[in-house]
């Protein structure tokens, strides 16, 4: 099958910046992963973010635009057209060669259990402003359908690992704002859900306390230690006992009781959450993974994979030791993503999201000049 050329784009819940990769794939098992760079946020443009994220809490239609949530929406918009330019000129790729984009947009609000996903960025507008075809809107589908709209990444892992030489039992561990995991066993269906909190808790945390976007390489938590009355009392929140496949919002969670602690214990307690929610996963597999291969922002975060080595006993290791950048596979994977919508196959299974049959998704649109 011949290969589509496409650029991934992902603005995650960590709020750090605009992911931009190119890949070359047939959509199935051929996987080119080409150059990759990110345009960063700067500190007004995250709090604009920031603002849309608290007046998406009151939004219940995916199409309503209330208080920030246009000006954020035209920013995001803006700010991924200018990233694809930049990254074309920057990486000597000609933009008109480029077949698809996928732009997963900004994720403001995620409730499938209400039928409410979100991700702000106007796809048409992309497509205007820079003269090629996107995907967007990859969530809404598996939604309307009964599905919990996440995790949508892990039929490119399998895709990956199908490429590698991996033990039979292997989980991908996608730690951005929110915790995914994949799970990959030889002979068996997709598995994966969301496993709890990522980076934002922490990040949120470290913002207000010492000005810093997050935790460089577990600095500050690793002169913390955990409290352990806390971490009780967030564990006991229902997520963590339902089974596979779940996903959650940014802000499910209520961490109260961090506030009264010190800037290192409050950054080693919300480091240990992320790492014992993940842990929490163990209870609802039947074989757990001989290796958690780790992406995402979390994978550069020393003290949080020293946590998940602890926690899931088994072995760790970054994304990166496999030549797989961990902070690109996001946006690679919606570069695979695209091509597989505009294809029509499945993006999510009932192994992933809890949807009743293999299920495709996205929206195709065209510049109105084409």
């Avoid at 951005?176 to 945390?205: H, I, K, Q």
């Avoid at 460089?216 to 938590?221: I, K, R, T």
């Avoid at 290796?291 to 994979?305: S, Y």
Wanted: with cysteine; net charge negative; aromatic share 6%.
């Amino acid at each position: 099958m011949t290969l589509s050329r496409a650029i991934g784009l992902m603005s995650g819940t960590s709020l750090d910046g605009i992911d931009i990769a190119f890949v070359e794939t047939d959509g199935k098992t051929q996987v080119h992963l080409g150059a990759f760079a990110t345009r960063p946020y700067s500190d007004p443009e995250r709090r604009l973010l920031r603002a849309a994220l608290d007046d998406a809490r009151a939004l219940t239609s995916s199409a309503a635009r209330p208080g920030i949530l246009p000006q954020a929406e035209a920013f995001l918009t803006r700010a991924h057209a200018e990233a694809v330019r930049t990254f074309c000129k920057t990486q000597a790729i000609d933009l008109a060669s480029v077949d698809l984009i996928g732009f997963h947009g900004q994720t403001v609000l995620h409730r499938p259990e209400t039928g409410l996903t979100v991700q702000l960025g106007d796809g048409q507008a992309l497509s205007d402003e820079i003269g090629r075809p996107v995907v967007f809107d990859f969530r809404s589908a598996d939604v309307a359908a009964g599905g919990q709209g996440a995790p949508l990444v892990p039929v490119f892992h399998q895709a990956l690992a199908a490429g590698a030489d991996l033990p039979a039992g292997v989980a991908f561990l996608n730690i951005g704002g929110v915790a995914n995991a994949t799970l990959l066993s030889a002979g068996s269906d997709l598995l994966a859900c969301d496993t709890g909190p990522g980076n934002a808790l922490l990040d949120d945390f470290v913002l207000a306390r010492t000005g810093a976007p997050y935790d460089a390489c577990g600095a500050l938590s690793a002169a913390g230690t955990p409290n352990e009355a806390l971490l009780l009392r967030w564990l006991a929140h229902p997520f963590f006992a339902v089974p596979p496949p779940k996903s959650l919002d940014r802000n499910a969670f209520d961490v109260s009781g961090v506030e009264n602690l010190s800037d290192a214990d409050g950054a080693a307690t919300l480091t240990a959450f992320t790492a014992r929610a993940v842990a929490r996963l163990l209870a609802h597999v039947t074989t757990p993974p001989s290796l958690w291969i780790v992406c995402g922002g979390g994978a550069l975060n020393d003290t949080l994979l020293s946590f998940l080595g602890n926690e899931l006993n088994s072995e760790v290791r970054s994304s990166n030791e496999y030549r797989w950048d961990a902070g690109a596979l996001e946006a690679q994977a919606f570069a695979f993503l695209a091509v597989r919508s505009a294809r029509g196959l499945p993006l999510t299974y009932p192994g992933t999201t809890g949807v009743a049959h293999p299920l495709t998704g996205g929206r195709l649109v065209w510049p109105l000049s084409h």
